[in-house]
Nanobody
Framework: QERLAESGGGLAQPGGSLRLSCAAS????????MAWYRQTPGKQRDMVALIASNGRIDYADIVKGRFTISRDNVKNTVHLQMNSLNPEDTAVYYC?????????WGQGTQVTVSS
């Protein structure tokens, strides 16, 4: 069964770092466009970073220069390294996998940035 499992969320101080991981099972993540989205209460879910199956990488303007998305094809995992965190980065972060009409979401992991 297809599953995306996020981990690595938690509490960080402003200026700090966190590394999120998305472990895929039931799919070969390297064939999928893999992305991280985030959502705060009452707002839409927005794309934060994407790594396409062809290697193309894209970031939301608000995280450029601070976040880095990467793949580990051996472990079938995608990571999101988040640096220079600020309170506005507080959200539930979701992993997404998309290939043709197939699309899967993880359950989300909470990231809270607060002093």
């Amino acid at each position: 069964q297809e599953r995306l499992a996020e981990s690595g969320g938690g509490l960080a101080q402003p200026g700090g770092s966190l590394r999120l991981s998305c472990a895929a099972s039931g799919i070969l993540a390297n064939f999928y466009d893999m992305a991280w989205y985030r959502q705060t209460p009452g707002k839409q879910r927005d794309m934060v970073a994407l790594i396409a199956s062809n290697g193309r990488i894209d970031y939301a303007d608000i995280v450029k220069g601070r976040f880095t998305i990467s793949r580990d094809n051996v472990k079938n995992t995608v990571h999101l390294q988040m640096n220079s965190l600020n309170p506005e980065d507080t959200a539930v972060y979701y992993c997404n996998a998309k290939y043709s009409h197939y699309e899967y979401w993880g359950q989300g992991t909470q990231v809270t940035v607060s002093s």
